[in-house]
């Protein structure tokens, strides 16, 4: 065979195909996937990146679990447009004009926002138990192995919560625990604590959005907690009377919205579940 470059060979002679369109500049080839990180190297990323600690900790993890990207991308529509409706009422009720004021609103959503983690956590071992243990035979065991990830979930928030009171609490038992470690271990504890917020203010919403992981135990887990969590805090507003200042029709507008929007869509999910992964509460239970 002659060389490849031997002057006179027609264009595209040879065993190699010509470049389409006269040699012009061709798509760059697609790069290799990025090897898998080791156990280590997890690790070690988890210790100096907060936030993949906290995805890794909050987001379902079960290799064999159904995923519908179109209900996510419409969770997180509705959790975005819930902060939008949120600040609205408070732009147009709680006028924000100074340093405080915008403080205290930062502040408001951070304890609405902990309150609702809070109750989910309440809530989350005897729901975990009722669905436990309503289900047949061999499946009560698989579900009770499976919540060991969850319960790890509710664990870690609880620990990185924890860690705040041990720097800044005023009584006399961190005060002597402050005094003892002295200043290296203060700023191992102010390092620990700046870890902690940035774990924890993203843990939550982790936990909101993907209700403390419990798709791991099985799919329909997350939708039926999410509304009993949705109508729960919409119950204790009303009664606390929370936002007095807003007029009763914005006001009632306000407190119906999420937990309808938020049953609207869990029915949905569980609709897609059931037709299209033919995954429903009764077959989770084994009836």
Not at 99 to 108: E, I, L
Request: hydrophobic share 45%; proline share 10%; net charge positive.
């Amino acid at each position: 065979m002659p060389p490849q470059g031997f002057p006179g060979h027609p264009q595209g002679w040879g065993p190699y195909p010509s470049p389409p369109h006269g040699g012009g500049p061709q798509p760059p080839f697609p790069r290799p996937p990025r090897p898998p990180l080791t156990r280590g190297q997890r690790i070690l990323k988890c210790v100096y990146n907060p936030l993949y600690a906290a995805q890794r900790a909050f987001r379902p993890s079960r290799p064999d679990a159904v995923e519908d990207l179109t209900v996510r991308k419409i969770q997180m529509w509705r959790t975005g447009l819930g902060t939008a409706a949120w600040l609205v009422l408070v732009m147009s009720y709680k006028p924000v004009d100074t340093a405080k004021g915008a403080d205290a609103v930062a502040s408001d959503k951070f304890d609405q926002s902990w309150t609702s983690t809070l109750f989910l956590v309440c809530a989350f071992p005897f729901v975990i138990a009722l669905f436990a243990f309503a289900a047949q035979g061999a499946l009560r065991r698989l579900y009770l192995r499976r919540s060991v990830k969850p319960f790890g979930a509710v664990a870690a928030l609880m620990g990185s919560m924890a860690t705040f009171p041990l720097a800044v609490a005023p009584d006399s038992a961190t005060t002597g625990f402050r005094d003892a470690i002295g200043i290296p271990g203060m700023v191992v504890l102010i390092a620990l604590c700046t870890w902690s917020l940035g774990f924890a203010l993203y843990g939550i919403a982790l936990c909101l959005n993907y209700v403390f992981r419990t798709a791991d135990i099985h799919e329909v887990l997350p939708p039926l907690l999410a509304t009993a969590l949705a109508w729960v805090m919409a119950t204790l507003d009303m009664i606390n009377n929370a936002n007095a200042e807003v007029p009763v029709l914005a006001r009632i507008v306000f407190l119906l919205g999420a937990p309808v929007s938020v049953t609207v869509l869990s029915c949905w999910e569980l609709y897609r579940l059931r037709k299209y992964h033919n995954l429903s509460v009764r077959q989770a239970l084994g009836r």
